[in-house]
């Protein structure tokens, strides 16, 4: 009987997620004003705008690198999830649209977070092992002449 209900559920399970990757979320990325990014409108050092690529740009901004398990559900959805929640909360391609008040609001959240090690998230680090923020990472996103809040 055992056996009968696991063999079962186990076809059931395999069928749902075999239907499952016919429901695949947007994974599309906005087109990009290069004029209207945080390196053009902010302007920080070149080590700062490299740590920010490597670290921040698949979740946020619009030239997000879609991975192959992006396109496997349902890791497909809380990827694209995150990435469309990221985007929301900060867009690196969409600087322009803060102003300075909102700017020097971000920019405390980035230097916080990173400080912290709440960004990027725990769960990203191991498969995207370059975007962990080493102390030199930290220190550039902190610094005066980097992205901390004047």
Not at 24 to 32: E, V
Not at 114 to 141: C, F, N, Q, T
Request: proline share 9%; with cysteine; aromatic share 10%.
């Amino acid at each position: 009987m055992l056996k009968r209900v696991t063999k079962y559920g186990a076809g059931v399970l395999l069928a749902l997620l075999i239907a499952a990757q016919f429901v695949q979320p947007d994974r599309a990325n906005p087109p990009t004003d290069p004029s209207a990014s945080f390196a053009a409108v902010a302007k920080p050092p070149k080590a700062v705008c490299e740590v920010v690529a490597r670290a921040c740009g698949d979740c946020h901004s619009n030239q997000t690198v879609w991975p192959w398990y992006s396109r496997v559900a349902p890791v497909s959805w809380l990827v694209a999830s995150d990435v469309k929640e990221g985007r929301s909360k900060l867009n690196f391609s969409q600087w322009n649209i803060y102003g300075s008040e909102m700017t020097q609001i971000k920019l405390g959240e980035i230097c916080r977070e990173a400080k912290r090690g709440e960004m990027p998230p725990w769960y990203y680090i191991p498969i995207h092992r370059g975007a962990k923020l080493s102390s030199w990472d930290v220190a550039a996103l902190c610094s005066p002449t980097g992205m901390e809040p004047r």
